[in-house]
C-alpha cells in the first residue's frame, strides 16, 4: 500500500510497459493497417512516457547527466514526436498509394514480399 | 513525510484512462473510434507529462500528437473507404501467437521489474532543481545554443528528416508524378 | 483492180453471214437465212471469180509474181519485242500480217472452194429444208467458209493455221450438228482430238520453219528456200520442219495413221460430208504442204515419206471401201484413198499433178456426197447399201449425175479423173515402179467399189425392206439437183484444163501453175530417152483404163442380180480377209488398245494411257513413298531432337539444377510469407529471446 501511495518512476515504467505490450499486441494482430499505425504510435509513446520519467528522475541525480541541467530525455522525447510525425506521414502516404492499388486496408491481404 | 494525496490519485486516474484507451485503440472496428480513443490517451499522456514537470514536452504532445498527427491519421481514414474493412475480420490468422508473444515480453518485463526491485525503492522520485517556468528555455538552450546546444546538428538533421518526410508522403500519396 | 484490192471481203462475207447467224438466225425466217448465207457465199464466189481473172491479167503483166495485199501486221510489232535468232545466228524478228496472198495455187483453191461451196449452199436449202437448227447449220457452214478462205488466202503460216482451226472447229460443230445422238457427238471429239495431234505437228513445224527462214510469210519462206536451195539441201532442219509439217497436213487430211476420224466424220448432215469432209477441208493439207513446195523439194527424207504415206493410205483405205455397207463410209473410205493419191503425187514431186487432182477430186466427189445425199433423201434416211437397189428409175437425176461422177473417179477416158490420176500414176512411175504399183492396185480397187456402189443402189433388184420406204422414194428438188448437174457438168470438163501434151493438148493447168511450183520442175523425171518415155506413158494409160474396166465387170459380176441376203464375193472367197477389211484392219480397235485406253486387262489399263496410269501409280506409290519416307525420317529425328532438347538438354541440363535449387530453398522459404506482421511476429520473439538471455544468462 505504501508503495502504492507513493508514485516513483517505476510507477511510470510498468505504465509505459503496459502501453507498450498493448501497442505490440496491436501491431501484432490488427489486421487493418491504419490501427497498426496508431497502435505504433502507442508504442512510441510508450517509449516517451519512459524517457520523460526518466528526465525527471535524473533531475535528482548528481553527475553529468543528472542534476538540474538533467533534459536530456525531454529533448529526447521531442526528438521521437518529430520522428513519429514523420513516421505518420510517410506510413499514411504508403498507405494511400497502397489502398489505391489493392482496393484494401488490410495488412495480410498483401504478401508481396514473399519469396 | 507524507505523500501528497493527489499525486498518486491523478497518476492512477489518467494511467487507468490511458489503458482503457490503448485496449480500445487496438480492439475498436471502427477506425475512427480507435482514433478518438487513441486521442484520449495521447491527452492523458500530455497531463501525465506535467505531473513530471514537463510542460514543454506536454504542449509538444496536445500540439503535434492529438492535434496534428491524429488530425492526419482522420483525414487519411476519410480519404480510404473503412466501410468494408469494418465488416470484415479485425484480426489476422496469427493472433493468437501474436498475443503469446506479447504476454512472453509482459511476463519478462514483470519478472525483470519485480527481480530489479526486491526490498528497496528503485528509480526513486527526483527533486526538482528549478522551476517550470525555466522548462522552456532550459530545452531550446540544449536544442539550439550556441555554448550550451548538445543537439544542434541533431536538430538540424530532424528538420531535414521531416522536409523529406513530406516530400516522400506527398509522392507516394499522389496519382500520378 | 477493184476485186484485187479488196480481196479481204472474199472470206469477210461469209463471216458476216456467220455473225448474223449467231446473233439474230433463232429470230431470223428461213428464207431469210437463206438469202443471207447463200448470199454472201455467192457474193464471195462472184468476187473471187473476179479477183481469179483480175489475177490473171495482174500476173502476165507483173511476171507471174504471187499479188500480197497486207492490211495490217496482226501479230508482233515494229519496236522489236519479239526478237529472236534464226537457226544460222543472225537475228530475226516475229511477225504475223493479217495479209491476204494470191496466186495461182491460192486462185485454184478459192475457185473451186467457192464454187463448190456455192452449190453445197443451195444443195443444202433443200437438203436441211425440214431440219431443226436451220440458221445454226448455215451459220456453221458461213462460218466454215470464213476460215476456209482465210486458209487459202493468207500469206503467212501464222494465219494459215487461223484458219486452219477454224475449220476444224467447224468441222467440230458440223459433224455434231445432231449432238443428241451420241455417236454424232463422240465422232465429232474423235475428229477434233485426232486433228490436234495434227495440229501439234503443224504449230512445231511452223517454229522451225521461223527458225531456219526468219519469217512466215510464204513469199519470204520460198525466196528463202529457193536462194539457198543448195546450201540447205539436206540441212536436218528442213527435214524435221517438212515431216512436222507432213504431220499436220496428216491430221487434217487423213492420211494414215490420223485417218480414222475422217470415216466417222460421216455422222454429220450428208452437204457438210460432201463439202468439209471430200471436197474443201480434207484437201488443207494437200495446200499447204504445196505452199511448202519450196521447203520440201530441200529434204528428199520428207518427199520420200510423204510419197509413201500417201501410197499407203490409197490402197489401205481403197481395200477398206471394197466391203463397206453405209454408202457414206464408202465415199468416206473413197476420199482418204483419193486423198492418199494427191499426198503421193506431192511426194514424188509432181506438185501441179497433185493440185490437179485436188481440183477434179472437189468436184466429183462433192457430187458423189451430194448424190449420195440425195439418195438418202429418197430413202428415207436409209443409208445401207444392202437395203436399197432399183433406184436407177426411180430418181433419174440423181442416179445419171453419179454414174458421171463414178465414171470420173473410176478413170474413164475424157471425164475429169482420168486426166489427174493419170497424171499422178504417170509421175509416180516415174519416180518408183513400186509406188505406181500400190496407184495401180488402188485405181482398180476403185472402179471396183464405186461400180458395187452403183450397181447396189441403182441396178441391182430393190432390197427396200419396208414398203412405206419403197412408196416414199421421190427425186429431190430443184434446190438439189441443180447443183448435181452443174457437178456433173464440171466432173466432165474439169479434166480438161489438164488436158496432157501426150494426147494432143496443151495442160493449160501445169503451165498456169508453173510459177508456184517453179523449183519443183528441175527435180522432176531427168528428160533421158524421152521417145521411149512417151510409149510407156501410152501403156500406163491404157492399162489404168483397162482396170477401170476390169473393176466394172467384177462389180458387175457380182452385184448386177444381188437380191436378198445376197452374198459379197470376196467373204465367199477368203473369209478372214473380208472380216478383217469390214472392221477396217481392227485398227480402231488397236488404237483403243494403244492410245485411247478404253480395253482393260482386268484391272490394269492398256496402251499409253495405262503406260500413264503405271507413271502415275509409280509417281503416287514409290516416288512420293520415297518423298514421304524422307519426310517421315525428317520428321522422327526432328521429334527426338525436339524430345532430346526438351526432356534431355532443357530437363536435366537446364531445369535441373534449378529443380535442385528449389527443393534446397525448400525449407528456407517455409519462413517467408511475405505478411509484414508476421515479420514483425518473428522479431518480437527475437526481442523476447535477446532479452531473456541478456537478463537471464
Known amino acids: ?115 | 513525510m507524507n505523500p501528497p494525496v493527489a499525486t498518486p490519485f491523478f497518476f492512477y486516474l489518467l494511467a487507468t484512462t490511458m489503458i482503457v484507451g490503448g485496449i480500445l485503440v487496438i480492439t475498436r472496428k471502427n477506425a475512427v473510434h480507435s482514433a478518438l480513443a487513441l486521442i484520449t490517451t495521447l491527452l492523458a499522456q500530455a497531463a501525465l507529462y506535467l505531473m513530471l514537470y514537463a510542460p514543454f514536452v506536454a504542449g509538444v504532445q496536445i500540439i503535434l500528437y492529438a492535434g496534428g498527427i491524429m488530425v492526419l491519421f482522420l483525414f487519411v481514414i476519410m480519404l480510404i473507404s473503412i466501410e468494408r474493412a469494418a465488416k470484415e475480420r479485425q484480426f489476422n490468422k496469427q493472433w493468437l501467437v501474436g498475443i503469446a508473444a506479447a504476454a512472453a515480453l509482459g511476463g519478462l518485463f514483470i519478472a525483470i521489474y519485480t527481480t530489479t526491485t526486491k526490498g528497496k525503492t528503485l528509480f526513486p522520485e527526483g527533486q526538482v532543481s528549478y522551476g517550470e517556468s525555466q522548462n522552456t528555455q532550459a530545452i531550446a538552450a540544449l536544442l539550439f545554443d550556441r555554448v550550451h546546444g548538445t543537439y544542434m546538428f541533431a536538430f538540424e538533421i530532424a528538420s531535414l528528416l521531416l522536409l523529406v518526410a513530406i516530400i516522400g508522403a506527398v509522392v507516394m500519396a499522389k496519382k500520378r508524378i | 483492180m477493184l476485186f484485187l484490192d479488196h480481196i479481204w471481203l472474199i472470206p469477210l462475207l461469209p463471216a458476216v453471214g456467220a455473225a448474223l447467224m449467231f446473233f439474230f438466225g433463232r429470230r431470223l425466217q428461213k428464207s431469210t437465212v437463206s438469202a443471207v448465207c447463200v448470199g454472201s457465199v455467192v457474193l464471195a464466189f462472184l468476187m473471187a471469180c473476179g479477183g481469179v481473172l483480175q489475177y490473171t491479167n495482174w500476173g502476165a503483166a507483173n511476171g507471174h509474181r504471187p499479188y500480197e495485199k497486207i492490211l495490217y501486221t496482226w501479230l508482233g510489232t515494229d519496236t522489236g519485242h519479239l526478237n529472236y535468232q534464226k537457226s544460222d545466228g543472225t537475228p530475226a524478228s516475229f511477225r504475223a500480217d493479217a495479209g491476204f496472198l494470191l496466186d495461182p495455187l491460192s486462185s485454184i483453191w478459192l475457185l473451186f472452194v467457192t464454187g463448190v461451196g456455192m452449190l453445197i449452199h443451195i444443195y443444202s436449202t433443200g437438203y436441211m429444208a425440214h431440219e431443226g437448227g436451220y440458221y445454226r447449220f448455215f451459220g456453221y457452214l458461213n462460218l466454215f467458209m470464213f476460215s476456209m478462205l482465210t486458209l487459202i488466202l493468207a500469206n503467212n503460216y501464222v494465219l494459215m493455221f487461223v484458219g486452219w482451226e477454224g475449220v476444224g472447229l467447224c468441222s467440230y460443230l458440223l459433224i455434231g450438228f445432231y449432238f443428241h445422238r451420241k455417236s454424232a457427238s463422240d465422232a465429232a471429239n474423235k475428229a477434233f482430238i485426232v486433228n490436234r495431234i495434227g495440229d501439234a505437228g503443224f504449230i512445231l513445224g511452223m517454229f522451225f520453219v521461223a527458225w531456219l527462214c526468219g519469217s512466215l510469210r510464204f513469199i519470204d519462206v520460198t525466196g528463202f528456200a529457193r536462194d539457198h536451195a543448195a546450201t540447205l539441201m539436206g540441212n536436218p532442219i528442213v527435214t524435221a520442219a517438212t515431216l512436222l509439217l507432213f504431220v499436220g497436213a496428216c491430221g487434217k487430211s487423213a492420211q494414215l495413221p490420223l485417218y480414222v476420224w475422217l470415216p466417222d466424220a460421216m455422222e454429220g448432215p450428208t452437204p457438210v460430208s460432201a463439202l468439209i469432209h471430200a471436197a474443201t477441208m480434207v484437201t488443207a493439207g494437200v495446200y499447204m504442204v504445196a505452199r511448202s513446195n519450196a521447203l520440201f523439194v530441200l529434204s528428199r527424207e520428207s518427199m520420200l515419206v510423204v510419197a509413201i504415206v500417201g501410197a499407203l493410205t490409197a490402197i489401205f483405205a481403197a481395200s477398206i471401201g471394197l466391203v463397206q455397207n453405209d454408202i457414206k463410209r464408202v465415199l468416206a473410205y473413197s476420199t482418204v484413198s483419193q486423198l492418199g493419191y494427191m499426198f503421193l503425187a506431192l511426194g514424188v514431186g509432181a506438185f501441179s499433178a497433185g493440185v490437179f487432182h485436188v481440183f477434179t477430186h472437189a468436184f466429183f466427189k462433192a457430187l458423189l456426197f451430194l448424190g449420195a445425199g440425195s439418195v438418202i433423201h429418197a430413202m428415207s434416211g436409209e443409208q445401207d447399201m444392202r437395203n436399197m437397189g432399183a433406184l436407177s428409175e426411180k430418181i433419174p437425176v440423181t442416179f445419171r449425175t453419179m454414174l458421171v461422177a463414178t465414171l470420173a473417179i473410176a478413170g474413164i477416158p475424157i471425164l475429169a479423173g482420168f486426166f489427174s490420176k493419170d497424171e499422178i500414176l504417170w509421175q509416180a512411175w516415174k519416180f518408183s515402179p513400186y509406188l505406181w504399183a500400190i496407184g495401180f492396185a488402188t485405181a482398180l480397187m476403185t472402179a471396183f467399189y464405186m461400180f458395187r456402189l452403183m450397181y447396189l443402189t441403182f441396178w441391182s433388184p430393190s432390197r427396200v425392206t419396208s414398203h412405206e420406204v419403197e412408196h416414199h422414194i421421190h427425186e429431190s428438188p430443184k434446190s438439189m439437183t441443180v447443183p448435181l448437174v452443174v457437178l456433173a457438168f464440171f466432173s466432165i470438163t474439169a479434166g480438161w484444163l489438164g488436158w496432157p501434151a501426150s494426147l494432143g493438148g496443151s495442160n493449160h493447168f501445169e503451165k498456169f501453175l508453173e510459177p508456184v511450183f517453179a523449183n519443183a520442175a528441175e527435180k522432176e523425171a531427168p528428160p533421158a530417152n524421152e521417145s521411149g518415155l512417151g510409149l510407156t506413158e501410152y501403156l500406163l494409160m491404157g492399162l489404168s483404163v483397162a482396170a477401170a474396166g476390169v473393176g466394172w465387170l467384177m462389180a458387175s459380176r457380182a452385184y448386177s442380180n444381188a437380191g436378198k441376203g445376197y452374198t459379197e464375193p470376196i467373204a465367199a472367197a477368203a473369209p478372214p480377209v473380208y472380216d478383217t477389211l469390214l472392221n477396217k484392219y481392227y485398227v480402231d480397235e488397236g488404237y483403243d488398245y494403244v492410245f485411247t485406253g478404253r480395253r482393260k486387262l482386268g484391272d490394269v489399263r492398256l496402251g499409253v494411257m495405262g503406260l500413264g496410269e503405271a507413271s502415275s501409280w509409280f509417281d503416287s506409290h514409290v516416288i512420293d513413298g520415297a518423298v514421304n519416307a524422307a519426310g517421315w525420317i525428317t520428321r522422327s529425328t526432328a521429334t527426338f531432337s525436339s524430345w532430346w532438347d526438351k526432356w534431355i538438354i532443357d530437363g536435366i541440363g537446364v531445369n535441373g539444377p534449378a529443380i535442385l535449387a528449389r527443393m534446397l530453398s525448400y525449407p528456407a522459404r517455409l519462413f517467408e510469407w511475405g505478411l509484414v506482421q508476421w515479420y514483425a511476429l518473428v522479431m518480437t520473439a527475437g526481442l523476447v529471446g535477446f532479452v531473456f538471455y541478456y537478463v537471464y544468462h
Open chain 1, 1 to 115: 500500500m505504501e508503495a502504492m501511495l507513493h508514485i516513483t518512476t517505476l510507477h511510470y515504467l510498468v505504465l509505459g510497459a503496459a502501453l507498450f505490450l498493448l501497442g505490440v499486441i496491436g501491431v501484432l494482430t490488427r489486421r487493418n493497417v491504419v490501427i497498426v499505425l496508431m497502435s505504433i504510435e502507442l508504442i512510441l509513446n510508450a517509449v516517451n512516457l519512459n524517457l520523460v520519467a526518466f528526465s525527471r528522475y535524473w533531475q535528482g541525480m548528481p553527475g553529468h547527466l543528472g542534476g538540474p541541467g538533467a533534459l536530456h530525455g525531454q529533448v529526447f522525447a521531442i526528438f521521437v514526436i518529430t520522428d513519429a510525425a514523420a513516421e505518420a506521414a510517410v506510413g499514411l502516404g504508403i498507405l494511400i498509394a497502397f489502398f489505391r492499388n489493392k482496393e484494401t486496408v488490410n495488412v495480410d491481404e498483401v504478401n508481396l514480399l514473399k519469396w
